[in-house]
């Protein structure tokens, strides 16, 4: 009778990944409007530029992810996000670096919420590095 499939933490876990599943386009869609007001409202130097970068990458981001989805591929974001072995490393750090600073030149000379996104590019770009080190050193420790 105590059927584990019928049982309600079952459908309620199914429920929860399900609903995970598609709260992560509704962020997208929302960062992609968020972008395009941004663009729209044009109220100081590179707010146009950094919102439409913004509604892009959440767009192309979404699709990517949708994409990934129906190829049947790993769905978390931690394998959508960093690298897994060292050789890809070799690509990651300097083309992080790279728009890391990038990201400062561009928030060095600019104001507004140009400067801003330079600065938050720098950020993001560090963040990439350092946990995509750390996945490629944890895959190391559990391969031993």
């Known amino acids: ?3 584990a499939d019928l049982s309600p933490q079952h459908w309620g876990r199914e429920y929860w990944t399900w609903f995970g599943f598609w709260a992560q386009f ?3 869609g929302a960062l992609a ?3 395009l007001v941004i663009a729209g409202g044009n109220a100081e130097p590179g707010d146009e530029t950094t919102g439409l970068l913004l509604a892009g990458a959440a767009a192309a981001l979404a699709f990517m992810r949708l994409k990934l989805w129906f190829d049947g591929g790993a769905t978390g974001w931690m394998a ?4 897994d072995t060292p050789q890809s490393l070799v690509v990651v750090i300097p083309l992080f670096t790279v728009i890391a600073l990038t990201g400062l030149f561009i928030g060095a000379g600019a104001s507004g919420s140009l400067r801003n996104a330079g600065i938050g590019l720098f950020i993001v770009s560090g963040l990439i590095i350092f946990l995509s080190l750390k996945r490629v050193f944890d895959a190391l420790d559990s391969r031993r």
């Open 1 to 3: 009778m105590d059927n």
């Open 26 to 28: 509704a962020v997208l």
């Open 33 to 35: 409007i968020l972008g």
């Open 80 to 83: 959508f996000l960093f690298v």
